[in-house]
């Protein structure tokens, strides 16, 4: 079917919809596309469920650990049950100096 998009894992397919946005199909170039130059309050929300829904290595295809650190007192309200995943997760970068901060 031409035009169709398809849910998937593989976050290097611009045409790709990943599993994660499957409540609203947003390829991974319409998601890059929003992060880089949506409004802030869709850039944080949109970066919040890609934290709060997706597998933390698939995360790393729309952000990097240093603008979540730097970030994070927006991001953190829209991680719901994750947000002590993260926090644990960048404490220990922190700690072994993978991050600054």
Avoid: C
Avoid at 5 to 28: I, N, Q, R, S
Avoid at 49 to 58: C, G, Q, V, Y
Avoid at 94 to 101: I, Q, T, V
């Amino acid at each position: 079917m031409a035009g169709a998009h398809f849910l998937g894992t593989d976050m290097t397919d611009p045409e790709v919809v990943p599993y994660f946005t499957w409540d609203d199909p947003l390829t991974v170039r319409d998601i890059q596309r929003r992060l880089r130059s949506g409004p802030e309050a869709e850039r944080v929300r949109l970066l919040g469920k890609i934290l709060r829904e997706a597998r933390d290595t698939d995360v790393w295809a729309f952000t990097t650990p240093d603008f979540v650190l730097r970030n994070w007192e927006k991001l953190s309200p829209h991680l719901g049950r994750r947000r002590a995943f993260w926090e644990w997760l960048l404490q220990q970068w922190r700690e072994e100096e993978l991050l600054a901060g």
